[in-house]
């Protein structure tokens, strides 16, 4: 069974850091892709950054880039954002996602999802 647990939420003020943590387990291969959605209240889910280790390559949203980074740790089940200057608007609850394929920019394209971490921003 795939499992992503995250963890690492909290509430932060404006400008401040957080870094989110993602554990993986039950994939079969090694080379899934995996990445990060955010879900503010009201609002629907966005892609925020996705690793494809197929190609090697990691995507992130326009409005993130800049600010967030994502890392893998030491082995290939553990990955991380590290969010930087953050802003009010980021206020959302954040998802470890992954894929037996390719990032997706679709939300439909994730075959599994973590129950999501609650990051606040305070003015």
């Known amino acids: 069974e795939v499992r992503l647990v995250e963890s690492g939420g909290g509430l932060v003020q404006t400008g401040g850091s957080l870094r989110l943590s993602c554990q993986a387990s039950?994939?079969?291969?090694?080379?899934?892709?995996i990445g990060w959605f955010r879900q503010a209240p009201g609002k629907g889910r966005e892609r925020l950054s996705c690793?494809?280790?197929?190609?090697?390559?990691?995507y992130y949203r326009d409005s993130v880039k800049g600010r967030f980074t994502m890392s893998g740790g030491n082995d290939k089940n553990t990955v991380y954002l590290q969010m930087n200057s953050l802003k009010p608007e980021d206020s959302a609850v954040y998802y470890c996602?992954?894929?037996?394929?390719?990032?997706?920019?679709?939300?439909?394209?994730?075959?599994?999802w973590g129950q999501g971490t609650q990051v606040t921003v305070s003015s």
């Open positions: 996602v992954a894929a037996d394929g390719f990032c997706s920019d679709y939300e439909t394209g994730f075959d599994y």
């Open positions: 039950g994939f079969a291969r090694d080379d899934f892709a």
């Open positions: 690793l494809d280790r197929k190609i090697g390559f990691t």
